[in-house]
């Protein structure tokens, strides 16, 4: 199979500035790869993630070191043992995907074997700031039925209680992107009870994690920046309840859909998450999306714009995407 790999940066502007505990960004950057063969296309995009070392410079490099083998008709099982798992094999790994789906006619769900994709509901995100700007965030989003809510900070028991005063009906997920530590995590594990939080996502930062053995947890506690891949799951046993899958970090739906299937064989519930990126980074996660307890998937709903054709969103409701989309 004769191919030809182009690669290209976009940015799209967000809606408002989107806030974390490691920092603000008002524009999403990724990188889209396009592999075209027989006058067919097949895309993928990935969101370079400085937490992981990764710039967008150094994943395009990633990706054009492997455009002879690309273009020679690289295989996905062979680009598993060629390039490790981060953006650039996810970018690459869901182009192929997509460019078999139509090569082959056959939608990737069921190329993977998956169930066919249906609408889901997925979280908000509300992002991190002062409890009033927080729970003024929350009283519009309101209506939604999960928001998650963006934490990591001295004074998160006060963020949680105001948004859930303004948010009384939605259910809650927290995110504290590594941003407690051992001598908060049982206060705020408290706080997040009294709220009715349904999960929390790392709370403690990868490799400082041990404290999450020691202390009942109350409310259950998620993986995300301590999981990567498969070879990442020995390391949460007794730590963590869930995983949070993010293509971007497994490098791709093959290693995703393997990801899942060791971890439910552990025990730990799934949690489908994306970084902030466009439909085309969605799509590839929502053949996933109904092994899990909670869907993270609203990036478009953070940008100023997505991409046409993207996915259809209604309210929280996400549907599958169309071929013209991916897959």
Same mark, same amino acid.
């Given at each position: 199979?004769?191919?030809?790999?182009?690669? &290209?940066?976009?940015?799209?502007?967000?809606?408002?500035?989107?806030?974390?505990?490691?920092?603000?960004?008002?524009?999403?950057?990724?990188?889209?790869?396009?592999?075209?063969?027989?006058? %067919?296309?097949?895309? #993928?995009?990935?969101?370079?993630?400085?937490?992981?070392?990764?710039?967008?410079?150094?994943?395009? /490099?990633?990706?054009?070191?492997? =455009? #002879?083998?690309?273009?020679?008709?690289?295989?996905?099982?062979?680009?598993?043992?060629?390039?490790?798992?981060?953006?650039?094999?996810?970018?690459?790994?869901?182009?192929l995907w997509d460019l078999e789906a139509k090569l082959t006619g056959k939608p990737a769900w069921?190329?993977?074997?998956?169930?066919?994709?249906?609408?889901?509901?997925?979280? *908000?995100?509300?992002?991190?700031?002062?409890?009033?700007?927080?729970a003024e965030a929350a009283a519009k989003a309101a209506h939604r039925p999960l928001l998650k809510?963006?934490?990591?900070?001295?004074?998160?028991?006060?963020?949680?209680?105001?948004?859930?005063?303004?948010?009384?009906?939605?259910?809650?997920?927290?995110?504290?992107?590594?941003?407690? =530590?051992?001598?908060?995590?049982?206060?705020?594990?408290?706080?997040? &009870?009294?709220?009715?939080?349904?999960?929390?996502?790392?709370?403690?930062?990868?490799?400082?994690?041990?404290?999450?053995?020691?202390? /009942? =947890?109350?409310?259950?506690?998620?993986?995300?920046?301590?999981?990567?891949?498969r070879a990442s799951l020995p390391s949460l046993k007794g730590r963590y309840d869930a995983i949070?899958?993010?293509?971007?970090?497994?490098?791709?739906?093959?290693?995703?859909?393997?990801?899942?299937?060791?971890?439910?064989? %552990?025990? !730990?519930?799934?949690?489908?998450?994306?970084?902030?990126?466009?439909?085309?980074?969605?799509?590839?996660?929502?053949?996933?999306?109904?092994?899990?307890?909670?869907?993270?998937?609203?990036?478009?709903?953070? !940008?100023?714009?997505?991409?046409?054709?993207?996915?259809?969103?209604?309210?929280?409701?996400? *549907?599958?995407?169309?071929?013209?989309?991916?897959?």
């Open positions: 199979m004769a191919a030809h790999l182009s690669v &290209a940066v976009e940015r799209w502007p967000l809606a408002n500035v989107f806030t974390i505990a490691r920092g603000s960004k008002t524009e999403a950057v990724v990188v889209v790869v396009e592999i075209v063969c027989d006058g %067919l296309r097949g895309r #993928g995009e990935c969101v370079p993630y400085a937490r992981y070392g990764e710039t967008v410079e150094g994943v395009i /490099e990633a990706i054009e070191a492997r =455009r #002879g083998a690309i273009e020679a008709g690289l295989s996905r099982a062979a680009l598993q043992d060629l390039v490790p798992a981060g953006a650039a094999r996810n970018a690459i790994d869901c182009a069921a190329m993977a074997g998956l169930a066919e994709p249906g609408p889901l509901t997925t979280a *908000y995100t509300i992002s991190l700031g002062e409890p009033e700007a927080m809510i963006k934490l990591g900070t001295p004074d998160d028991a006060a963020r949680i209680a105001a948004v859930r005063r303004h948010a009384p009906q939605s259910q809650l997920i927290i995110d504290a992107n590594e941003g407690w =530590r051992a001598d908060n995590l049982a206060a705020n594990l408290r706080a997040c &009870a009294e709220a009715g939080v349904a999960l929390i996502e790392q709370p403690l930062p990868a490799g400082d994690d041990g404290a999450l053995a020691q202390v /009942e =947890r109350i409310v259950p506690v998620c993986a995300d920046e301590s999981l990567h891949d949070n899958i993010k293509l971007d970090k497994a490098g791709g739906l093959t290693e995703a859909i393997a990801l899942a299937g060791q971890a439910r064989s %552990l025990g !730990l519930d799934l949690m489908i998450g994306c970084m902030v990126g466009t439909s085309l980074a969605m799509a590839p996660a929502l053949l996933l999306a109904s092994q899990a307890v909670v869907v993270d998937l609203d990036g478009p709903l953070l !940008l100023a714009r997505d991409r046409d054709p993207g996915l259809r969103y209604d309210g929280s409701t996400v *549907y599958p995407p169309e071929a013209g989309l991916w897959g």
